[in-house]
C-alpha cells in the first residue's frame, strides 16, 4: 500500500496545482500515464469539483481512458461524474467500455437519463447493453459480459489461433469456448492446450466436454462460489437451453466477493448495503435510522422488564448498577456466536448436515463461557461489596443462563434464516442484543426477587 | 448453490453406503470421478471418522487426487486427516501438491510432525517448500509458488512457445515472465500476445516492461489489493534486487480476500481468526473467554458509573428501566459508524486525504441520530408516564450526546489505529459499546441528578 498510496498523493497534489494554473497538456500529459486504476483512486481523493474538472478534461481528449477509469471507479461515483452530461454524450461515450461495466453505470444514472441514454444506444449484434439490463440484479446475465468469443467444434487448432488474433472487443481471452451450430456450449479448450497440439487437430479433439458453467439467472454468490471453488478465470454463462450468451471473468469475480463481504458486515451490524464512507451525510441518515428505531422499540421492550422489577430495584439498589453487566456480556456472546456461524453459513462450512453439531458445540461454549465469566464476575462482585455471597450467586446464574440463551439464539435464529431462503446475517446484532438484554434483565431481576431476603 | 450442495449431498450418502458394505474399488470410483473442489466439500462434511476412512482409502489409490482435495480443505483441515500418518508418508505425499500448498499444510501439522516432515524433505531445484516457510506468514513470499515460468529477454516468440509445450509442474500459466540474465525481471508477455507476433520476434521486442510485481516481504492483503486493482491474473515476486522468485496467481488472490473478510468480520465481533464452526469445542472456549473476560472488565467500570448515582435511582426508580435504553442505542449506533469506516479503510475508500470529511460527516450523522431517536425516545417516554416533561428531555439530551460521541469514536479510533500501523477492526464493538454504555449512564444519569428536583 505504502508506495502506490504516497505515488498517488504526489500525482493529486500535481493534478490540483496543473488544474490552478490551468496547464491542460501537462495535465492531460500527467493523467494519461496512468494505469485506470490508479487514475480511478486519483478522481476518488480529488475534492468533489476538482474532481470534475479533471474529469471533464480528461475525457475530452482520451474518452476511453477516462470512461475506463470510470469504469474502475464503479457505477455509484461514475454514474456522478457522467451526471452533467447529455444522454448522446453519454451513450457515446459508454460504447468505449465493456458492455457490463456500461450497464452497471446506466443502472446507476438518474431516472431520465437512464431513459433517454437507453433510448439512444443501438443495440450491438451478439448482446448489447439493453439485454444485459433485462436480467436481474446480482444474477450472472447481469454481471456477464455478453462478447465471448466462441467456435464451432470442428475448427481447427490453427484456424482458431487465427480466429483469436483477428478478434477484438472480447474479454480477456484465456479460455477458448466451442459451441455446436445452434451456439450450445459443448466445450472448452485452455489457450496453453491450443499450443500444444498439431495445428491441424480439430477443437473437437482437443476440448474438455465438462464445462463449469452459469445459468444467466444463477445468482452472483453462487457464480463467485463456482469459480473459486473450481479455480477459474472465467466461467460461461449460458441461457435456458444451454446455449452460450456471455462470459463472467475472475475480476468481476473478486469485485462480487468484496461486495458481498461488505453487504456481511453491513447487515450484522444494521447497515444498508448503499450506505459507505462517502455516501452524502442526509442520505446516510436516512438509511441507518429505520435500524435505530427499530432497535428503540425493541430497547423500550426490555425497560419494560426493568419497570416490572422496579419494586426490587429500591430495595437493592446495586441491581441497577449490576443489570447491564449480565446484559451486555449476553450480547457480546452473541455477537461471537452470530459471527462464527454467519461467516460459516457464507463460506459454505456450515451446511444441513453439520448444524445439528454446530448447535451442540456453540450451546457448550455458551455454557462455558458462562460458568467461567459468572464464576468471575461473582468473585469481583464478592469483593466489592465485601462477600455479598447471594448477590454473587445470583448474577452468576443470571450470566450462565443468559450466555447459554445467547449461544442457542446465535446459532439457530441464522440457521432458521438460511433454511428460510432469508440472508443469515439479518439476524444482526441489534435483535440478537435485544433477545440477550430482555433474557439479562429478567433472569438476573427475576432471581433477585425470588431471593430478596438474601440480598 | 442448490444443485451443487444437493449433488454433494447425494455423494456423501454413496460414500457413506459403499464404506459401509467394504466396496472399496466403488468407493474409490466414485472418488475419482469428483473435482478436487468438490471432493474437499465431501471430506469436509462427513462424519469425522468416515472422513479419515475415505481419505485413507484414495490416498492410496490416487495420491495426487487425495492431496489436491487435501489442499481444497485448507491447511488446518487438511493437516488433520494427515496426522495420523508417519513423517515419510506424508514428506512422499506433499510432493504430490504445489509447494506454497505444501508449506501451508506443514506449517499446521504438530511441531513433532512439522519438524520431521522438513527434514526429509529435500529442496526442490528452483525454489522449494523448506525456501517457503523462511519467509513470513501472510507475506508474499509465503503465498508464492516457487515454480514460475521465465525465460532471458532474447528468446523469440517460436522460442518460447516450444518452451512452454515442455514446461511441467508450473502453476497455470498466463503470462511469460522476461528476466535478463541474473533473473532480473524485466518485462512480460502475454500468451495471447505472443500468438500474434511472428514465430522469430524476440521478447524482448514485444514484452511490456511496466510489470506490477510484489516483492517478498509485501503484505498478502496489499498483494490482494494490486491483483484485484489491476485486473491481474497473476503477479510476479521479486527479491530486495528485483530477481523474479516465484509468482502469487488470482486463486490463491481470491483465498486472501475471503480470509481477509472473515477477519474482519471477527475482529469486529471479538473472535479470534483461528475460530470457526469446526473449531472443536474447547478450543473455541479458551480463544472467546479472553474476549468476553476484558468486556467483563469494561462492563465493570460501567458498573461503578451507575453505582456513583444510587441516590437519584432509589429516589426515581424508572431512571433503571431507561438508562440501558441510552446507552444501547448509543451501542448500535457506533456499530453502524464502525462498520462503515473499518470497511471503507480496508477497501481503500477511506484514506488520509478525506479522513477529516469522514469525520464531519458521521458527525453530523450521529447528531441527527440523536435528535429524532432521542425526540421519538422522549415522546414514547411521556406516553408511558402520563407526560413526566423532565423525564423526557433529560433521555432526549443524553441521546444527543451519546450517539453524537458514539459516532465521533466510532470514526475516530479505526482511523487512529490505523495510522498507528494497528488492524483498524481491532476497535471491536467490545471497545466501542464499552464508551457508549459509561457515555450513556453518565450523561442520562448525570442529567437527572442536576435536574432531579423537576423529576
Known amino acids: 500500500m505504502a508506495a502506490t498510496q504516497r505515488r498517488i498523493d504526489v500525482t493529486i497534489e500535481s493534478v490540483r496545482r496543473l488544474l490552478r494554473v490551468g496547464a491542460t497538456p501537462n495535465l492531460v500529459n500527467l493523467l494519461q500515464k496512468l494505469h485506470p486504476a490508479d487514475l480511478a483512486q486519483v478522481f476518488a481523493e480529488l475534492p468533489e469539483r476538482e474532481r470534475h474538472a479533471a474529469f471533464n478534461t480528461l475525457v475530452e481528449r482520451n474518452g476511453r481512458l477516462a470512461m475506463e477509469a470510470v469504469s474502475e471507479l464503479g457505477p455509484e461515483k461514475g454514474a456522478e461524474l457522467l451526471a452533467l452530461r447529455s444522454a448522446e454524450e453519454i451513450a457515446r461515450l459508454l460504447q468505449e467500455i465493456e458492455s457490463d461495466d456500461a450497464a452497471a453505470l446506466i443502472e446507476s444514472l438518474s431516472d431520465d437519463l437512464r431513459v433517454a441514454v437507453l433510448a439512444l444506444i443501438h443495440p450491438k449484434p451478439g448482446g448489447g447493453v439493453s439485454e444485459l439490463l433485462e436480467y436481474e440484479e446480482r444474477t ?5 459480459n455478453p ?3 466462441a467456435l464451432p467444434e470442428d475448427v481447427t487448432a490453427g484456424e482458431a489461433i487465427t480466429a483469436l488474433q483477428s478478434a477484438r472487443d472480447v474479454e480477456m481471452v484465456f479460455y477458448l469456448y466451442v459451441v455446436d451450430e445452434r451456439r450450445h456450449l459443448v466445450g472448452v479448450v485452455s489457450l496453453r492446450r491450443l499450443l500444444l497440439v498439431p495445428p491441424d487437430t480439430p477443437l473437437k479433439r482437443i476440448m474438455t466436454t465438462e464445462v463449469y458453467s452459469a445459468s444467466v439467472d444463477l445468482d452472483q454468490e453462487e457464480v463467485a462460489r463456482r469459480v473459486a471453488s473450481y479455480n477459474l478465470l472465467a466461467i460461461p454463462v449460458v441461457d435456458q437451453e444451454n446455449k452460450l450468451v456471455g462470459v463472467i471473468t475472475v475480476d468481476d469475480v473478486i469485485d462480487v466477493i468484496k461486495d458481498e463481504a461488505t453487504e456481511e458486515i453491513y447487515r450484522l451490524a444494521g447497515v444498508s ?10 442520505e446516510s441518515l436516512r438509511r441507518r435510522l429505520p435500524w435505530l428505531v427499530l432497535n428503540l422499540v425493541t430497547a423500550f421492550v426490555s425497560a ?6 422496579t419494586d426490587v430495584i429500591e430495595q437493592v439498589v446495586i441491581l441497577a448498577a449490576l443489570m447491564p453487566v449480565v446484559a451486555g456480556l449476553g450480547g457480546n456472546a452473541a455477537t461471537q456466536t452470530l459471527a462464527v456461524v454467519v461467516r460459516g453459513i457464507s463460506m459454505g462450512e456450515l451446511t444441513g448436515t453439520n448444524a445439528r453439531q454446530a448447535l451442540l458445540k456453540e450451546s457448550f461454549v455458551g455454557l462455558g463461557n458462562g460458568l467461567v465469566i ?3 464476575g461473582a468473585t469481583a462482585v464478592w469483593a466489592f461489596t465485601g462477600f455479598q455471597w447471594a448477590l454473587g450467586f445470583i448474577l452468576m446464574a443470571a450470566m450462565i443462563i443468559n450466555m447459554s440463551v445467547a449461544a442457542i439464539a446465535g446459532t439457530l435464529i441464522p440457521i432458521g434464516l438460511r433454511a ?13 442484543t435485544a433477545l440477550t438484554d430482555v433474557i439479562g434483565f429478567l433472569s438476573f431481576l427475576g432471581l433477585a426477587t425470588v431471593f430478596v431476603r438474601y440480598l
Not at 273 to 282: E, K, N, Q, R, S
Not at 304 to 309: D, E, G, I, L
Not at 420 to 432: C, G, R, T
Request: overall charge negative; hydrophobic content about 55%.
Open 140 to 144: 450472472a446475465g447481469r454481471l456477464m
Open 147 to 149: 462478447n465471448v468469443f
Open 273 to 282: 448495503i448503499d450506505d459507505g464512507v462517502d455516501t452524502p451525510p442526509a
Open 304 to 309: 419494560t422488564v426493568v419497570a416490572r422489577f
Open 374 to 376: 459468572g464464576l468471575v
Open 420 to 432: 428460510m431462503k432469508v440472508d443469515p446475517a439479518l439476524a444482526s446484532s441489534v435483535f440478537i
